[in-house]
């Protein structure tokens, strides 16, 4: 299965692409950031990502597209940028009836580190782990977007991986939902 992930965002979106397989290995198929000139108009920004993005899911056909959920932060504006990120990357989807599935950033870092609470860093290096990146660094944008793609692939609606067959990650998020249930 090919899934494309989205970090979103107005002036970096994150745009990771791999290729998923039943025995739950993943694959580097493509990584970029797109970017958007902070001098644009609003529209033109936006018309901008919408093109690019159309473009890469033209060219790579992704069957599934995993996209960061937005969260409040205090920062209006930087919330506003991200939300419009993510529906330009939701009416592309919809107008070529590929289903999207959202991740809570927590969700993402526990399944590609084993614990919500990583930094960028270990993000990274896990992404960097389970796949073979480009040479150079990546910036986060594009490392966020790759482990949005594979947290995907693992957790949410890919269907990939056999029934039952979890990672460790996956395991420990299992039996962390199950404890917040019996709480309350």
């Keep these: ?11 970096r979106c994150g745009v990771g692409i791999i290729d998923a397989n039943a025995d739950r290995s993943v ?7 797109l970017t958007t000139d902070k001098d644009l108009e609003l529209p ?13 899911i033209e060219e790579f056909k992704p069957e599934r597209i995993a996209v960061e959920r937005v969260f409040a932060q205090h920062n209006l504006r930087t919330v506003m940028g991200t939300a ?20 809570t950033p927590s969700e993402v870092k526990a399944s590609v580190t084993g614990t919500g609470r990583a930094n960028k860093v270990q993000v990274a290096t896990m992404v ?9 660094k990546l ?14 692939a693992w957790r949410g609606g890919a269907g990939t991986a056999p029934k039952g067959a979890l990672t460790p990650a996956q395991q420990r998020w299992r039996d962390a939902e199950r404890q917040a249930k019996k709480r309350g």
């Design 1 to 11: 299965m090919r899934i494309l992930g989205v970090d979103p965002g107005l002036t």
């Design 84 to 103: 419009q990120a993510s529906a330009v990357a939701f009416v592309e989807a919809a107008e070529r009836g590929i289903p999207v599935d959202m991740h």
């Design 27 to 33: 694959s580097l198929v493509s990584v970029t950031v």
């Design 128 to 136: 960097g782990r389970l796949l073979t990146l480009p040479e150079g």
């Design 44 to 56: 033109q920004r936006l018309l901008q990502l919408r093109s690019e993005l159309a473009a890469l």
């Design 139 to 152: 910036l986060p944008d594009a490392t966020d977007a790759l482990a949005l793609a594979i947290c995907n």
